[in-house]
């Protein structure tokens, strides 16, 4: 019964080769297709970051030059507040569908079975 090295044996002795040269070969095939791989990766990535500076730079000459704001002076300081401070999220809804899921979550039952009526930030 032949094993594989015996077949890698007899194909490299039926082509004069010694099995070392075949290993050598084989790996700088690897290597040199490795190498091209890396140049087309690099040569792709030159050419996209390119593309991206000229559209950014024609972003920057249709947009209006911003002036710099005017600084802003340093306020009073703030009369502590009686009632919590409530922040403005930019997505308030899906907050609150984050929180409403976490708690149906924790207590083991539907979404639709829980009702939030308020949300506090905790210090």
């Not at 194909?11 to 091209?36: I, Q």
């Not at 390119?50 to 009369?79: D, L, N």
């Amino acid at each position: 019964m032949l094993t594989n090295m015996s077949l890698w044996g007899m194909a490299a002795a039926a082509a004069d080769l010694p099995f070392l040269t075949v290993f050598v070969l084989g790996f700088g095939t690897v290597f040199v297709g490795l190498l091209a791989l890396i140049l087309i990766i690099t040569l792709l990535g030159k050419i996209m970051g390119r593309s991206t500076a000229k559209e950014a730079q024609k972003a920057a000459v249709a947009a209006p030059a911003e002036q710099p704001a005017a600084p802003v002076q340093a306020a009073a300081e703030p009369e502590p507040a009686s009632e919590p401070v409530v922040e403005d999220f930019e997505d308030r809804q899906s907050m609150v569908a984050a929180i409403s899921a976490a708690i149906a979550t924790v207590m083991g039952e539907d979404v639709s079975g829980i009702r939030i009526l308020s949300i506090t930030k905790v210090d």
